[in-house]
Every structure is written in structure tokens, then in C-alpha cells.
């Protein structure tokens, strides 16, 4: 069926480098995109959103890059901090009106000091 | 503003029995919805409301039954819990707008025994 996935659960980043969490998705239709945050023991946290009109949004040391031809997205971390350490995931929202976001899997972030 | 709250943070079931989790938020927000999360997965749709009076499904409905009856509250009954239902629990909230950014609550851990 029809699934918000990522391409790698596990991530392990040294600190001051730049990390990259991917994301596909499977409706071509979808036409919005999100990317959370989650800390352990906590609810998730708006990171950035994207609409499918745009390719790139840039945030606060973060970048999302939308692919539509191969409905792919990533989250780019720059100089990536202890605090980044979390579970990423990405969501979208599928056109149908009201429809909730779906929301991937996760990939765990782990930054090495 | 406090947000969205949830309350319990934690509750331990025993099998059969029936609880409320609770939900609040002060931000006039129209979207309410709830999710279940289990170990190192993502976060699944049980129901959602787009406003006061009104509910509707989301991916995984059965054993739990929402209502609506004000803006800020959303509680999310549990009838003769089962050990399936073990999980953390959240209460997410947006506005009905252009950004379908939504607000999470901190969850509800509940064990079923």
C-alpha cells in the first residue's frame, strides 16, 4: 500500500558535522510535507514544512529539499549539536480535504561529541 | 498560553477495565487529533475532529471512542482495555488554515496488564 517510508532507521553524526535524514513517499499527489521532531519522552516538534510548489525551504541550520520526479525528501542539519539527538520524522499530507498528515516511520539521529 | 495538555502521564491498566485520557488546549485551534505510538515506531492515526460536534476515524479506531462537545477538549475513551492497546498516547492540535502545522502534547503512557 501507499506509505510515508525512510530510506535509513539509524543515523550517527559527529558533532559539527552536517546531517541529512531522507524520507519517500509514495502519492505523487501529496502536496505538503513536514518534518518533526521527537525527543525521548516527549511529544513531537515542528521542525519546517514544505508545499510541493517549492523544491527547497531553509530554516534555522535546517534545510528541506523536495524531489517530486523521484518523491524523495530530506531534512539537512547543519553543524549538527548534542541536542539534535532525536527521532526525525517526516509526514505528509495527502489531498483530500481534510485527510491528516501520515506520518513516516522515524530515523533515529544520534550526534557523537 | 499552556497549549496542549494531556493528563495522565502515565496509568496502568488492567485488562477489561475503562479509562479517559484527557486532552485540553488553549489555542482556539478548530483540528484535534489522537495517536498511538508503540516502541520505535511512528505515530498512527486513532481519531480526529475537525471542530466541536464533529469526529471521524482515523487508521486504527477500534477500541476507542472520542467526542467533542467544546473546542478545547478532546478526551479519548478507552472501553475493556487490552494488552494490544499498551502504548503512548498523543493529543496533537492546528489550526484550519493555510499552515497544517500541528501542536503535540507531551502523551499519555499506558500499560495494559
Known amino acids: 500500500g501507499e506509505s510515508v517510508g525512510l530510506h535509513l532507521p539509524t543515523l550517527s553524526v559527529q558533532e559539527g558535522d552536517n546531517s541529512i535524514i531522507n524520507c519517500a513517499y509514495s502519492n505523487s499527489a501529496s502536496d505538503y510535507f513536514i518534518w518533526y521532531k521527537q525527543e525521548s519522552g516527549k511529544g513531537p516538534q515542528f521542525i519546517i514544512d514544505?508545499?510541493?510548489?517549492?523544491d527547497k525551504r531553509q530554516g534555522q541550520r535546517v534545510t528541506v529539499l523536495l524531489n517530486k520526479t523521484v518523491k524523495h525528501l530530506s531534512l539537512q542539519i547543519a553543524a549538527t549539536q548534542p541536542g539534535d539527538s532525536a527521532v526525525y520524522f517526516c509526514?505528509?499530507?495527502?489531498?483530500?480535504?481534510?485527510?491528516?498528515?501520515?506520518f513516516g516511520k522515524g530515523t533515529r539521529l544520534s550526534v557523537i561529541a | 498560553n499552556a497549549g496542549v495538555t494531556q493528563t495522565p502521564k502515565f496509568r496502568i491498566l488492567k485488562i477489561g477495565q475503562s479509562m479517559t485520557l484527557q486532552c485540553t488546549q488553549d489555542m482556539n485551534h478548530n483540528y484535534m487529533y489522537w495517536y498511538r505510538q508503540d516502541p520505535g515506531m511512528g505515530l498512527k492515526l486513532i481519531y480526529y475532529?475537525?471542530?466541536?460536534?464533529?469526529?471521524d476515524k482515523g487508521e486504527v479506531p477500534n477500541g476507542y471512542n472520542v467526542s467533542r462537545s467544546t473546542t478545547e477538549d478532546f478526551p479519548l475513551r478507552l472501553e475493556l482495555a487490552a494488552p494490544s492497546q499498551t502504548s503512548v498516547y498523543f493529543c496533537?492540535?492546528?489550526?484550519?488554515?493555510?499552515?497544517?502545522?500541528?501542536?503535540f502534547g507531551p502523551g499519555t503512557r499506558l500499560t495494559v496488564t
Open positions: 509526514a505528509e499530507m495527502r489531498p483530500s480535504g481534510n485527510t491528516p498528515l501520515v
Open positions: 514544505i508545499r510541493s510548489n517549492m
Open positions: 496533537a492540535s492546528r489550526f484550519r488554515g493555510l499552515s497544517y502545522e500541528q501542536y
Open positions: 475532529s475537525v471542530g466541536a460536534g464533529i469526529t
